[in-house]
């Protein structure tokens, strides 16, 4: 997630976008006309004695035949996607849904923020309005903007999400259909998450007139909850419906820059500060004092990630329950890394991305703590990071720029088509 001032909690927000387009930089659109290879009619056929026949309604060549359901792994030849619906022994293979994939689409679009409810049920958003959503195989869903999405949350089955974004853009699904939904403010939103589909927080970014604020949705319409004098917010992240952690930046009462960090305990808003530069070498100007993510462990600590020159003069800052993090072999690898994006399964599990380049030769591939000590991801692929989500430790998603979409199955990250 990039500072407030840039438009949002996962890259630049961009000049408000306009309404009315349908997913823009996505080639392809579900690809190869719909049912993909050997799909849900193709070449059809009897029932045979081998089972499903080659290219058939669920699999090697059509009907279920006395044979049994098919040739290959759990799911057809090759599992749910070169397949079908059902075949014996072996796991999923490639395509993901039961009943084949069609062909996954070529995304070219930055994609900004990822969430994941489950292993099958993992959203990701980004520029031109994209929205594309996983359920054993990527597809693209009908935008109502072509204006960047930052940040995207989802209620367990899909049924209501919500995705936001510059000017005030707040986009929700129901009933598998993404509208527009009047927001309070036109003020660039940053971050999105809910305990349920009638209690969802988003935040904003701020402008030069005012302060950020935190919105509410109480299953009817949207309110402002918390305003920022001085600041915005990046970030929201929460274990339960009293338990709401934001980030961002701002000033001290007395008027010192710091980072900001509020939490919401089901009755009100707690604001505290860290990174405070004040006596520091940069106290005077040049320093930087900003959480860019936010994530909230159930049962655990609250981890937020972003750019601190103090205390230490080094770039990447990284707070738990927020205090700044610099033992366990973490600080040497905060030198010339800005972090952008956070997210844990636990405290003894937490990844952290940076979107930045190579600077003064480090090259910034993703963080892990394990609960002993921290480590740089030595896969060169794992920098670019805009955004991470996950529903386990085996189980992790990180996105990136002209559609990266990576995945850890708990021993490698891999690229997902």
């Known amino acids: 997630m990039l500072p407030p001032g840039d438009g949002g909690s996962h890259g630049d927000a961009g000049d408000g976008g306009e309404t009315?387009?349908?997913?823009?930089s996505i080639d392809g659109g579900l690809g190869l006309g719909g049912s993909g290879s050997g799909g849900a009619s193709a070449l059809g056929g009897a029932p045979g004695s081998?089972?499903?026949?080659?290219?058939?309604?669920?699999?090697?060549?059509?009907?279920?035949?006395?044979g049994g359901a098919g040739t290959g792994g759990a799911n057809g030849v090759g599992g749910a996607g070169l397949g079908g619906a059902s075949g014996s022994g072996g796991a999923p293979g490639v395509g993901g849904a039961v009943g084949g994939c069609p062909a996954s689409p070529v995304v070219t679009a930055d994609l900004h923020g990822v969430y994941s409810v489950g292993a099958?049920?993992?959203?990701?958003?980004?520029?031109?309005?994209?929205?594309?959503?996983?359920?054993?195989?990527?597809?693209?869903?009908?935008?109502?903007?072509?204006?960047?999405?930052?940040?995207?949350?989802a209620a367990p089955g899909g049924v209501v999400a919500w995705a936001v974004g510059p000017g005030g853009i707040?986009?929700?699904r129901d009933a598998g259909v993404w509208s527009i939904v009047p927001v309070p403010t036109t003020q660039s939103l940053t971050g999105v998450w809910g305990a349920s589909a009638a209690d969802v927080w988003a935040v904003t970014s701020g402008d030069l007139t005012d302060g950020g604020a935190i919105l509410h949705w109480d299953g009817a319409v949207w309110s402002v909850s918390f305003r920022e004098m001085a600041g915005g917010f990046a970030s929201v992240s929460g274990a339960a419906a009293n338990d709401v952690s934001v980030v961002g930046s701002g000033h001290?009462?007395?008027?010192?820059?710091?980072?900001?960090?509020?939490?919401?305990?089901?009755?009100?808003?707690t604001e505290s500060y860290t990174c405070n530069p004040q006596n520091s070498r940069f106290a005077g100007g040049g320093?930087?004092?900003?959480l860019f993510d936010v994530w909230s462990v159930a049962g655990g600590s609250v981890w937020a990630v972003g750019q601190c020159f103090p205390?230490?003069?080094?770039?990447?800052?990284?707070?738990?329950?927020?205090?700044?993090?610099?033992?366990?072999?973490?600080?040497?690898?905060?030198?010339?890394?800005?972090?952008?994006?956070?997210?844990?399964s636990a405290d003894t599990d937490v990844w952290i991305g940076s979107l930045g380049g190579t600077l003064h030769d480090v090259i910034p591939t993703m963080l892990h703590f394990d609960g002993t000590s921290w480590t740089a991801s030595s896969d060169p692929n794992t920098t670019g990071i805009y955004d991470l989500g996950g529903s386990g430790a085996k189980d992790v998603w990180a996105v990136g720029p002209a559609g990266k979409r990576l995945h850890f199955d708990g021993t490698a990250w891999t690229p997902s088509p």
């Open 20 to 24: 009315g387009g349908a997913s823009a």
């Open 50 to 66: 081998g089972g499903r026949g080659t290219g058939g309604a669920n699999g090697v060549g059509g009907a279920p035949g006395s």
């Open 120 to 153: 099958l049920d993992v959203w990701a958003v980004g520029t031109a309005g994209t929205i594309l959503r996983y359920d054993g195989c990527w597809r693209v869903e009908t935008s109502p903007t072509t204006a960047t999405l930052e940040a995207v949350w």
């Open 170 to 172: 707040a986009v929700r």
């Open 252 to 269: 001290e009462p007395d008027g010192d820059y710091a980072s900001l960090i509020l939490h919401w305990d089901g009755a009100a808003w």
């Open 287 to 290: 320093f930087v004092s900003s």
């Open 311 to 344: 205390p230490t003069d080094q770039v990447g800052f990284v707070t738990r329950a927020g205090v700044y993090q610099g033992a366990l072999g973490l600080a040497p690898l905060l030198d010339f890394r800005s972090l952008d994006a956070v997210w844990a």
